[in-house]
């Protein structure tokens, strides 16, 4: 067991000491106090216990598309897609933000990070309407897509699963049904944040949109030229769909990392690590099989999803705080385990 753990861990757990020792010379470096440097290390520590806690759903879902995806792509999403993962969500993608929001350059956003981070802070606070749009259009659509799959015949809420079946049979049924609740949503806000959140919600919309089409696109050319079914999302289309799945679920934990800390140094060492852990738990539940093991935990983590979704739109209105979102999905994947294993002992 701690064989199989160091095997798959061993690379994030050196990752994770070379951050904390960054994240100690850095403190040093800007206060020259023990304590203070002591408390920056642990605010690294918090976000990246946070940052797994929160992504355990996305490794999950992961998993599932890395099963199907040739070896080749799972490789270059398992080492590309980190270097996006890590240094595009987390550090260039919160500073691009602020650079078009505030009218400044690449090196003037990073001199505002590092010298202003107060005033960095508020500007990508501001922007969080777009992003809750953004990416809550987007992940509620992942999580529809899953449900109201026509070939899907396991059901772990059979109740209501069945039920959510019905809306695929209505053609771009899930989309009406989330431009409704974008449109509810917006209808609370004042103009220009309705305006920007209906904007981006609907940029969100067509990116999935977007994405799934290039994907089945790709698959069909494989499946002529191979003359053999091709994998679901395999190739460039799955690692394009990764990518911005992996980017959807970190905006909010990004805005959220400030309740913490509005630093950007620490900010991105604390993600990083997290990030780099839950590449290496989506390989681990790759390579043991865990989803064909255990087969509601794929059910589970897309309820999550959902959850986030509807967390993001929700937080346009109301601050909610991480805690209670990484609460939410952990709560659904521990029931949808339990019931993998209860369906097993059965």
């Known amino acids: 067991m701690f064989a199989t753990f160091l095997r798959h861990f061993r690379g994030s ?10 994240a100690g010379a850095y403190g ?12 920056m ?12 806690s929160l992504s355990f759903d996305n490794a999950v879902v992961n998993a599932a598309v890395l099963a199907d995806m040739d070896d080749i792509w799972r490789n270059r999403f398992l080492t590309w897609g980190m270097v996006f993962a ?16 505030a009218g400044l350059g690449p090196i003037d956003a990073v001199r505002l990070s590092l010298h202003d981070p ?12 777009p992003i809750a749009g953004f990416g809550g259009a987007f992940l509620a659509m992942v999580g529809l897509g899953f449900f109201i799959n026509p070939e899907k015949e396991t059901h772990w809420l059979g109740w209501l699963e069945v039920r959510m079946k019905l809306i695929g049979s209505i053609k771009a049924g899930e989309i009406a049904l989330l431009l409704l609740v974008l449109v509810g949503v917006a209808q609370t806000l004042p103009a220009d944040e309705a305006i920007s959140l209906l904007v981006s919600g609907i940029f969100g919309i067509v990116a999935f949109i977007a994405v799934e089409s290039l994907g089945h696109w790709l698959e069909s050319r494989e499946h002529a030229r191979a003359l053999a079914g091709a994998a679901l999302r395999s190739g460039l289309g799955g ?14 934990g990004v805005i959220g990392a400030f309740a913490l800390s509005n630093n950007m140094v620490i900010i991105a060492l604390g993600l990083s690590i997290g990030a780099i852990f839950v590449r290496s738990l989506t390989v681990l539940m790759v390579e043991q099989g865990t989803l064909s093991e255990y087969r509601y935990l794929e059910h589970g983590a897309f309820w999550a999803i959902l959850a986030l979704a509807g967390i993001m739109l929700a937080s346009a209105l109301v601050k909610i705080p991480e805690t209670v979102t990484g609460l939410i999905g952990a709560v659904l994947i521990g029931a949808a385990l339990w019931g993998s294993i209860r369906r097993r002992r059965a």
């Open 13 to 22: 757990l050196l990752f994770s000491l070379a951050c904390l020792g960054l």
């Open 28 to 39: 040093w470096h800007e206060t020259g106090s023990v304590a203070s440097t002591g408390a």
């Open 41 to 52: 290390l642990w605010v690294v520590l918090v976000l990246a216990v946070l940052e797994v």
């Open 86 to 101: 890590v240094f595009g969500t987390r550090i260039v993608f919160p500073l691009a933000i602020v650079g078009l929001t």
């Open 118 to 129: 107060r005033r960095y802070e508020a500007i990508l606070t501001h922007a969080h309407i």
């Open 239 to 252: 690692f394009l769909y990764l990518n911005v799945l992996d980017a959807s679920f970190s905006l909010d």
